[in-house]
């Protein structure tokens, strides 16, 4: 859980990789150069029993200096940290590094051993109380600052300035006088998180029911694109009325249609048998093929392989398992298949969203549960994004899967910034400026609720598709309604970012979602619309 409500104190104080720049479309509106000017003295934002440094509070003097700077050892006072990071600059570095942005305090000494926030726990190295630390990159991801046992680890906070390019705003909108104006679809003071309405129940997205009997089913996330005016959704489905919990038994791809973005949705065919998850549809915009990428290890077909997987390994649950009685919470049966079957990375294109199918294998990521996303820009090019963010592969030709190759990991130029522990990528290339953006499931702190509220979406961005900024919460477990009530929903995961047909501009928020409660194990896909943009 968070800390208490922010407490604001105002103190006044004294190389692109070639191929990848090949790729990118030429840009039609101007973007400011990111180097920070400093006009005016900047204020202090203090946040108590607040940590911003995440998977980092277990050993920050080990963490990369280009983000993470040690700026005292031994400060008096959450504020003394803050001015230390207010009065940081490095001019050796890139412009968009040379300023410290946020901070963290810790309030007591670690000497290793101690349950970190939320819970975890995990080696730390020696740091005294007072140590106070500089994030130089702009994320903003505060966890609690409390370990599991009570104790008050760190206080953080943020140093807030003008904005001075559009880095400072995220890439998603444009730095003005009065500061970031965030463009349709974001809102922030540095415009990184979604600016998401409230939900219509009757346009909950995709919640899967048993034609015949009625009875609920479960999906887990939804990629979704327009064609001709038709909504279209890729969506893991669990088979025999199972939940999410038998998602590595029992799930297969579905693709489903709607005349509204917002849905509802309902399942018009299967496109690959179980097992298969985790689909994401990118579009070429050139010639309207689609192209698959998913987890998968079939059972019948080329690929499959019954001695490691067959149809016994599906579970079979019960009707509970989705929809308990009131009152109680009847949990789905655990079954398991015999042995662990691999992940394969199929790849598969189509003329249109109604098929036929054609399935590659991709030799390029291995047989891991990768969390693959892919990104056809407007050349032609493919960008793949995995678990942890950064680009995975890449080609200049999507259609050539030969020339797909991994990037190599030269830390100087292939990074995200912070390293936060996360997956579920969607990343897209905004046609309009040429940057490159990420939304990902943030693991960092609680991800799994259970009714609490959770920072579960993060935002990157990358001016060259390498080179990865993390920025801050694109939106939590909590869902309003239009009937005014809200909702904490016990996970909320698999994000895609929907867009207008043809277009970057951003009009919905595609989401995996456990409602928890009397539904048990049951999942759906829920899709919520954007402020600002236009429902056709």
């Known amino acids: 859980m968070l800390g208490p409500p922010p407490q604001r104190a105002h103190l006044p104080l004294c190389t692109l990789m070639t191929t990848l720049a090949i790729c990118l479309p030429q840009r039609t509106t101007a973007i400011s150069s990111p180097t920070p000017t400093v006009t005016i003295a900047p204020t202090l934002e203090l946040h108590w029993n607040i940590s911003n440094l995440g998977d980092m509070l277990a050993n920050p003097a080990a963490h990369d200096p280009r983000w993470l700077v040690e700026l ?10 803050g001015e230390l990071c207010s009065g940081y600059l490095n001019q050796s570095a890139a412009p968009p590094l040379r300023l ?23 080696p730390h190295g020696a740091v005294p109380a007072g140590a106070c630390f500089g994030h130089l990159d702009p994320v903003w991801l505060p966890l609690s600052g409390v370990s599991a046992s009570g104790a008050v680890v760190s206080d953080s906070g943020l140093v807030i300035r003008p904005c001075t390019s559009s880095f400072d705003c995220s890439y998603n909108g444009v730095c003005a006088a009065e500061g970031c104006e965030c463009t349709p679809g974001w809102t922030g003071q540095r415009c990184q998180t979604l600016d998401l309405l409230p939900v219509d129940r009757k346009q909950y997205g995709f919640t899967p029911t048993d034609a015949v009997t009625g009875q609920n089913l479960s999906s887990w996330g939804g990629s979704i694109l327009n064609h001709n005016g038709v909504w279209h959704m890729w969506a ?31 399942e018009v065919d299967e496109v690959a048998p179980v097992f298969a998850h985790e689909p994401c549809v990118t579009k070429d915009v050139r010639t309207g093929e689609l192209m698959m990428v998913s987890v998968n290890y079939p059972v019948h077909g080329e690929y499959s392989n019954a001695s490691v997987f067959n149809t016994s390994g599906i579970c079979t649950c019960t009707a509970n398992c989705t929809k308990s009685a009131v009152g109680s919470r009847q949990k789905c049966n655990m079954c398991k298949h015999p042995g662990e079957h691999p992940f394969l990375q199929i790849i598969r294109t189509a003329p249109g969203p109604d098929g036929p199918w054609t399935e590659t294998l991709s030799s390029v990521m291995g047989n891991s549960d990768s969390n693959l996303a892919c990104w056809i820009n407007g050349s ?33 130029t292939l990074f995200v910034s912070s390293r936060p522990d996360q997956e579920d990528p969607m990343l897209w290339q905004d046609v309009e400026t040429g940057v490159w953006h990420s939304i990902q499931h943030n693991l960092q702190g609680p991800h799994m609720c259970e009714g609490q509220l959770c920072q579960v979406g993060a935002h990157q961005f990358s001016l060259d598709g390498r080179g990865w900024y993390s920025t801050g919460t694109a939106y939590t477990s909590r869902v309003e309604y ?30 995996a979602v456990r409602p928890g409660g009397q539904d048990g194990d049951r999942t759906f896909t829920l899709v919520q619309g954007f402020r600002r943009a236009t429902y056709p």
């Open 72 to 81: 005292g050892v031994a400060t008096a006072s959450l504020e003394a940290c």
């Open 100 to 122: 410290c942005r946020s901070f963290t305090r810790y309030a007591m000494a670690v000497t290793g051993g101690l349950e970190g926030p939320g819970g975890g726990s995990g």
């Open 236 to 266: 893991a489905r669990m088979e025999n009325y199972c939940g999410i919990g038998q998602w590595e038994q029992n799930s297969k791809i579905v693709h489903c249609t709607a005349a509204n973005v917002l849905g509802p949705y309902t």
């Open 380 to 412: 032609g090019a493919v960008n793949c994004n995995g678990r942890g963010g950064g680009i995975y592969a890449f080609s200049l030709d999507w259609h050539n899967f030969s020339s797909w190759v991994d990037f190599d990991h030269d830390p100087t």
């Open 482 to 511: 239009t009937d005014g009530t809200s909702h904490l929903f016990d996970r909320r995961e698999r994000p895609h970012v929907v867009f207008e047909e043809n277009s970057t501009r951003p009009i919905a928020l595609s989401t």
